[in-house]
């Protein structure tokens, strides 16, 4: 009997608490508060307004950062993340000099505008928002989505740039 066997995909996993370090680190600025990196401060800020469980804010930030970084690298695709998500991406667009930063870095200098619509889409966006993400090289956290996947919280292209 012959097995043929396939090789592994070598996909690098793109880490959201790295790329928001480097920021840090590139921007000492944005982090008043002396001995936390960029991903503490962000996580205490999301448990602080929003969020009441550590791990389930950690994973919310990353999402949400995952989210920002590739609808800023892939301009152009329709994207929308779930209520669940949207909570870290709304963590990084309201740290206003954390998301200019950001926006140097990852969308070449521009700012990223962000554009709701009032409405919620509930056109299956969410899901092939997911898979977007993590064809960028980030994992997807499958429950975050899946939660939201019927009910989107939504994005509009009613300026340029936005999401």
């Known amino acids: 009997m012959t097995v043929l066997l396939e090789a592994p995909e070598t996909t690098i996993v793109r880490d959201?608490?790295?790329?928001?370090?480097?920021?840090?680190?590139a921007n000492p600025h944005l982090i008043p508060d002396l001995g936390i990196g960029l991903w503490e401060r962000?996580?205490?800020?999301?448990?602080?307004d929003t969020v009441r469980?550590?791990?389930?804010?950690?994973?919310?930030?990353?999402?949400?950062?995952?989210y920002l970084?590739?609808?800023?690298e892939k301009p152009g695709n329709d994207m929308g993340p779930g209520f669940e998500v949207d909570q870290g991406v709304h963590q990084i667009i309201l740290d206003t000099p954390v998301y200019f930063a950001i926006c140097e870095r990852h969308n070449g200098g521009r700012y990223k505008h962000h554009a709701p619509l009032i409405q919620r889409r509930r056109d299956g966006i969410v899901m092939r928002t997911a898979e977007i993400i993590r064809q960028n090289g980030f994992a997807v956290d499958r429950e975050l989505w899946e939660v939201d996947a019927s009910n989107c919280g939504p994005?509009?292209?009613?300026?340029p740039d936005s999401h």
Not at 155 to 159: A, G, L, P, S, T
């Open 16 to 25: 959201p608490k790295a790329i928001l370090e480097e920021v840090g680190q």
């Open 155 to 159: 994005c509009d292209d009613k300026v």
């Open 53 to 66: 469980v550590r791990s389930l804010a950690e994973r919310i930030l990353g999402q949400g950062v995952a």
């Open 69 to 72: 970084i590739t609808a800023m």
């Open 42 to 48: 962000e996580v205490r800020l999301l448990m602080r």
